[in-house]
């Protein structure tokens, strides 16, 4: 199993260094042994200090800034598909503004379920809140703001459960867009552990006080990584209490997430220079904390149902029949973990690659 | 004896049960204090403060968070000191109204007068929670809290530079738990 995972690692790692050639056979074959124990010995060691130095500067960084998107505000044409919700009053649009969302076909929005719910568990009316479109400045005059005439809740969704999965909500609008909408990623979950994502809102950005959060009113990003299952569920982390078609995204140091007021935003991967979206923003314990990742659904998960509303491409995988929650080796077996022994693993082997090659 | 006791004790809550004021009631498990419904919307509750009282409340809002849940819920606190208004048989000095998403949750209520008027509240309100499915509890010294269904009732009697002083809210329990700030205001 760990040999598994490790060749695995070696060749995601290999397209994320495409600069580097790995050693041929041949080459590695004429090397004495000794030699060849020597410099991975040597290359483990200074890995290993580099690594550790960076993963403590970075954790103290993170940690010293304790806003909680921790990320920068957008550029107007960043991220055109990001819409905000709001309800349906007199107040100003950044009073206003409850949840994200994005625009995923000419009349279709995707949220999150829970966003529909008042504070008593109710679900919302249509006439109750209305999408504003084209803007990332929530204190902007004259937003366009565009009715709903439906609303779909994912069936599976239940408010009042511990951990409510399945959180995703199509809205469907009176009026066209006329943005130009998000690619749904299609992929296998197991393809973006690891990866960088970034997500988007105008969610809190400092909740030291959960009485009176600090809001931006132009919309803010912030990159955080996809992390496995295991890691998401360790006993020190969520233990056991997330499902697989939920994604988990942060730092184990903390310090950059999504918050309050995120919700049915997008997470989103670049892939080949074009957004994807991964995931909406759902819930977490707090915002930012240490070992509490953010915790998105899993887009690819649910492209079935969202099939039978508006067509927004095929699955590239077949999604478990069975929902589970907690780890199940069978899902994520033989894919990359972002483990720190994993890492170290990978980039010893990309480290003892160069040194080979500049030898020979 | 035993039968006989809780015999006794069933026609005492029976009749404590029914016991009503003009500012303060019970029914299919809503309080009605001083006129207002948990979960009402923020333009009735505003309509008839202004009708009731003859007073236009001053409104503060922002945007809060409920436990685990990452939307943005607007809390606005709306706050007025009516005139010859009572509450079980005490004079009102304070009524506060918040709400969550535009929805009543909560209503403080405060209530001046002498510890014989204020121990007339108490005893209304036990008499609107005193039912065989709520729980009494004594949360410190002159400070008691009212469990019932879905509603949390307290009454503390004021001590110190409060004394003489009654303070009753409402609160929605799932509430208690979401917004643990929203209990300890």
Redesign the interface.
């Known amino acids: 199993m760990r040999s598994n995972l490790s060749v695995a690692s070696y060749s995601d790692y290999e397209h994320l260094y495409s600069a580097t050639q790995l050693p041929n056979e041949t080459t590695a074959k004429n090397w004495p042994l000794m030699q060849q124990i020597t410099a991975m010995l040597f290359l483990f060691l200074l890995c290993l200090v580099s690594v550790s130095e960076a993963s403590a500067q970075e954790s103290q960084a993170l940690l010293d800034k304790h806003f909680i998107i921790g990320g920068q505000p957008i550029e107007s044409d960043e991220y055109p598909w990001v819409v905000a919700l709001a309800?349906n009053?007199e107040?100003s649009l950044f009073?206003?503004?409850?949840?994200g969302a994005t625009v995923i076909a000419d009349t279709w929005v995707l949220t999150?379920a829970?966003?529909l719910y008042?504070?008593?568990?109710v679900v919302i009316s249509n006439s109750e809140f209305r999408v504003a479109i084209n803007t990332i400045d929530l204190q902007e005059t004259n937003v366009e703001e565009l009715l709903v005439t439906n609303i779909y809740l994912h069936p599976e969704y239940d408010h009042r459960a511990n951990n409510p999965h399945s959180d995703l909500a199509l809205i469907e609008l009176a009026t066209s867009s006329g943005i130009t909408p998000v690619k749904l990623s299609t992929k296998a979950t197991a393809e973006l552990i690891g990866l960088q994502a970034t997500v988007i809102g105008w969610?809190?950005t400092d909740?030291t006080?959960?009485?009176?959060?600090t809001?931006p009113s132009v919309s803010r990003s912030v990159d955080v990584p996809i992390v496995s299952m295991e890691v998401c569920n360790a006993p020190i982390s969520y233990n056991d209490a997330i499902y697989q078609n939920q994604l988990c995204a942060g730092y184990a140091a903390g310090g950059r997430d999504?918050?309050?007021?995120?919700?049915?935003g997008p997470l989103v991967v670049a892939f080949e220079g074009e957004f994807q979206q991964v995931g909406v923003?759902?819930?977490?314990?707090g915002?930012a904390e240490p070992n509490f990742y953010g915790i998105y659904t899993d887009i690819p998960y649910f492209i079935g149902w969202i099939n039978q509303y508006v067509l927004v491409g095929e699955p590239e995988f077949e999604p478990e029949t069975l929902l589970t929650r907690g780890v199940d080796n069978r899902t994520y077996e033989g894919t990359q973990s972002d483990t720190g022994a994993t890492s170290l693993f990978g980039l010893l082997l990309i480290g003892a690659g160069l040194l080979l090659r500049r030898r020979s | 004896m035993r039968i006989l006791l809780m015999t006794l004790s069933a026609m005492v809550l029976s009749s404590c049960a029914t016991t009503t004021s003009s500012n303060i009631s019970e029914s299919n498990g809503q309080v009605v204090l001083a006129d207002s419904h948990i979960g009402e919307h923020y333009d009735v509750v505003m309509t008839r403060a202004a009708t009731n009282y003859a007073v236009e409340p001053q409104c503060e809002q922002r945007k809060v968070a409920l436990k685990k849940q990452r939307k943005a819920f607007l809390y606005e606190i709306c706050g007025f000191n009516p005139e010859s208004q009572r509450f079980s048989d005490a004079p009102l000095s304070e009524v506060v109204y918040h709400f969550i998403g535009g929805e009543l949750v909560r209503v403080d209520v405060r209530a001046a007068g002498q510890t014989e008027l204020l121990d007339n509240v108490k005893e209304d309100m036990s008499a609107i929670f005193g039912s065989n499915n709520s729980v009494q509890s004594t949360l410190g010294q002159d400070s008691y809290q009212w469990n019932a269904k879905q509603h949390v009732a307290g009454v503390r009697a004021g001590a110190g530079a409060s004394a003489g002083n009654v303070h009753v809210r409402l609160l929605g329990e799932d509430l208690v738990d979401n917004a643990p700030w929203l209990a300890d205001e």
């Not at chain 1, 008042?118 to 568990?121: D, F, V």
């Not at chain 1, 999504?258 to 049915?264: A, E, N, Q």
């Not at chain 1, 923003?281 to 314990?285: A, D, E, K, N």
């Open positions: 309800r009053e107040d009073q206003r503004q409850f949840c999150a829970h966003c008042n504070s008593r568990g969610g809190a909740i006080d959960a009485s009176d959060p809001f999504s918050c309050v007021g995120d919700s049915g923003v759902s819930f977490g314990y915002c």
